[in-house]
């Protein structure tokens, strides 16, 4: 009975939006100009924030993983705090740091480099909120990987670097993208974080998260709706695909 009225918990709320869903007017929904916008603007700065995470997120959970140094847990702590974080705080903590006057902001607003209020900064907070699940896989992944083959490459005098390219990455390739999908659906479904720090101007950081707020603000129940259950499809999408290996790397 218990674990019928958990899933429920789940399932009704999903039920009741593609029970209240619009069909017939899916597609013009969709296809309009604010919402391709939108939707475009998304998979941009979502695709760039998890090139971000691959290329900062890989070395930092190598390190995590196999580098035995003071402060270790703290860092790992930090790392993925925001996952737990909410998002808005995350937000906050952001501008603090990385605005105009922030910690670092007001050295970089002297450089040149504005990131508040920019896709710049929509893309730093996707990135903020979704690198957490990369390299909690990555690292797991790092973990669990057979040390012998490793150890053998080093025997045969292969560097550190080449080991890690030729041997470790394609031991780790599976969960790489599985932290990389899983990044990339987290980027791409972010809000509170993004609306506090890039803002919402459309065209420019109004991201489709943030687009079906905002008909939902102007009482635009059918378009939020629709907008709301492409989000839906390709989050289900995303952990119907990778949950058995995300779940097995935690």
């Excluded at 605005?99 to 900064?121: E, S, T």
């Amino acid at each position: 009975m218990g674990a019928t009225l958990a899933a429920l918990i789940f399932v009704v709320p999903l039920v009741g939006l593609l029970w209240r869903a619009p069909w017939s007017s899916m597609w013009s929904t969709i296809s309009s100009h604010d919402a391709r916008t939108a939707l475009r603007l998304s998979l941009t700065t979502s695709i760039a924030s998890t090139a971000i995470a691959i290329v900062l997120g890989v070395p930092l959970a190598w390190v995590q993983a196999y580098v035995d140094y003071p402060g270790r847990r703290v860092v790992r702590a930090m790392t993925l705090l925001p996952m737990v974080l909410p998002p808005v705080v995350g937000g906050i903590a952001l501008l603090l740091a990385l605005g105009k006057r922030g910690l670092v902001g007001q050295y970089l607003d002297h450089a040149g480099v504005h990131l508040p209020f920019h896709v710049g900064g929509a893309i730093l907070a996707e990135t903020f909120v979704a690198m957490p699940f990369l390299v909690l896989t990555v690292e797991a992944a790092f973990r669990s990987a057979d040390p012998r083959y490793q150890d053998a490459a080093r025997t045969l005098g292969a560097s550190r670097l080449h080991v890690f390219r030729r041997v470790t990455l394609p031991m780790i390739r599976p969960s790489l993208l599985a932290g990389a999908v899983l990044c990339w659906a987290r980027a791409l479904g972010e809000f509170g974080a993004t609306i506090t720090f890039a803002g919402n101007t459309q065209g420019k950081t109004q991201t489709l998260p943030l687009f079906v707020y905002i008909k939902l603000e102007e009482g635009n129940t059918d378009a939020a709706i629709v907008l709301s259950l492409v989000l839906l499809a390709i989050s289900l999408a995303v952990l119907v695909s990778l949950r058995d290996r995300w779940l097995s790397a935690l």
